[in-house]
């Protein structure tokens, strides 16, 4: 993570007078990616899709026949034989597999928002499925928060007023605190623009930037995203190599930081951004990856297979599940009073998967803890999956730093950006054939 430094006034919340990152657009000579001309091209006669096909392959759909159980963000479905077979009287394990996968936030490309900052892009169809990927694992951990793991998605309105509360969070205008224009704004110091591709370590740190500026804004009682941000970097000397480390002072402190003093923990997200092999996931981390489901914390994985990000919610044997963001639908902002709104377009029961060794190694898992004593569940499912790895951990835990760090650099408050060698970001032309400059953290 060497020879990078923060861009001079970075630490400071973004302001749209913050002058623009250099972007290498996707789109050719002329046509600017986002334009409707573009976007017009690119929905025609289902060209995405089949762009989106050339790169992840062609979609799977539905559940297989095994028997096995199915993982889904920490809660296990049981599938009986009768079901595999086609018998859906014999067991109900399959239906609540449906209603539980058909009530996960499903946050894809839109047409038609407002331009991105002075540009005139009004659409992410082509470059924003990493962005798209992140939002839906942070709604999430808002879902979880605001309403439990167990809430399902109502079949009658009116709806929750929590739900349609955090749907009204990631809708495409600046209005909307975790909108897309949002949060390029917000990571442009670590290279994020409108028609570049971005790698999961600078989404994660892009995060981690646009919740500390709106906490500066909003102050604690208002805000928006109510949880610490703890971005697991690389080992505590800051050098290439090796497990990322969860250490648990440091934690602490990014809860101390979130609650200005006033808790001792508070509920916290935990980004851990990796790269498991160069061109393909290295087969010694696959068992260890499908087990970070099996956690009670768990949010997912937002990666997919080189240029086509995808949020992976669940896993069955060898198979990832996933929800897909490259579907583009119209732009639709939800007010947050309106529980009678159409969400539909916010959901899907299209049940997508890939097999787990097909990723791309460069990807980013998520934890959502909500107290201390779930912090602290974690922490030994963590560190019992990493005594079990046969010595390839995909991360560790530890209660401190074994030597004396600069905290102020650890939570990011003075806005000092970790060093790196990469700031992972690239326009869709190069993302497959180049993949892996988000590589700052190589296991």
């Not at 949060?183 to 989404?203: C, E, I, N, R």
């Not at 097909?358 to 005594?387: H, Q, T, V």
């Not at 060093?419 to 190069?430: A, I, K, R, T």
Request: hydrophobic fraction near 35%.
């Amino acid at each position: 993570m060497k020879g990078f430094r923060e861009k001079a006034g970075a630490s400071k919340c973004f302001s749209k007078s913050t002058p623009d990152t250099p972007n290498r657009s996707l789109a050719s000579v002329g046509s600017e990616p986002g334009s409707s001309e573009t976007v017009k091209r690119l929905v025609t006669a289902g060209s995405m899709r089949r762009i989106h096909e050339r790169v992840l392959g062609p979609s799977r759909t539905g559940i297989s026949s095994s028997t096995s159980d199915i993982w889904l963000l920490g809660v296990c479905h049981k599938i009986a034989q009768d079901e595999a077979l086609g018998d859906a009287a014999g067991n109900n394990g399959l239906a609540e597999f449906n209603q539980d996968f058909s009530s996960r936030i499903l946050i894809s490309y839109r047409k038609g928002f407002d331009p991105i900052g002075d540009s005139k892009i009004t659409s992410d169809v082509g470059w924003g499925c990493m962005l798209r990927s992140s939002q839906m694992l942070v709604a999430q951990a808002l879902l979880f928060h605001q309403l439990g793991r167990p809430w399902r998605k109502p079949l009658q309105k009116p709806f929750d007023r929590e739900y349609v509360e955090i749907l009204h969070l990631f809708g495409d205008s600046e209005t909307s605190p975790f909108s897309i224009h949002n949060l390029l704004q917000a990571g442009k110091a670590y290279g994020l623009a409108a028609g570049s591709w971005v790698g999961p370590y600078a989404m994660c740190r892009s995060w981690e930037a646009l919740a500390r500026c709106q906490r500066v804004e909003t102050g604690l009682g208002c805000q928006s995203l109510p949880m610490a941000i703890y971005v697991v970097s690389g080992d505590e000397d800051g050098e290439r190599g090796g497990a990322p480390v969860v250490f648990i002072d440091d934690a602490s402190r990014h809860c101390s930081v979130f609650s200005k003093g006033q808790a001792d923990w508070t509920p916290i997200l935990l980004l851990v951004p990796l790269v498991l092999g160069l061109e393909k996931v290295n087969p010694r981390y696959i068992p260890t990856l499908r087990l970070t489901f099996t956690f009670p914390q768990s949010l997912g994985i937002v990666g997919g297979k080189p240029g086509a990000s995808t949020y992976i919610v669940g896993v069955q044997e060898e198979s990832a599940i996933y929800l897909d963001p490259h579907d583009v639908q119209p732009v639709i902002n939800i007010g947050k009073d309106d529980l009678e709104a159409d969400t539909s377009t916010y959901h899907s029961d299209v049940i997508r998967h890939i097999h787990l060794d097909s990723i791309d190694p460069s990807l980013a898992i998520g934890f959502y803890c909500r107290d201390k004593d779930d912090f602290d569940d974690f922490c030994a499912r963590a560190s019992k999956l990493a005594e079990e790895s046969n010595g390839a951990p995909l991360f560790t835990v530890t209660q401190t730093h074994k030597k004396p760090v600069n905290h102020s650099d650890v939570l990011g408050e003075t806005g000092g950006v970790p060093e790196d060698d990469s700031l992972g970001v690239m326009s869709m032309n190069d993302a497959v054939g180049n993949a892996h400059e988000d590589d700052w953290q190589l296991l």
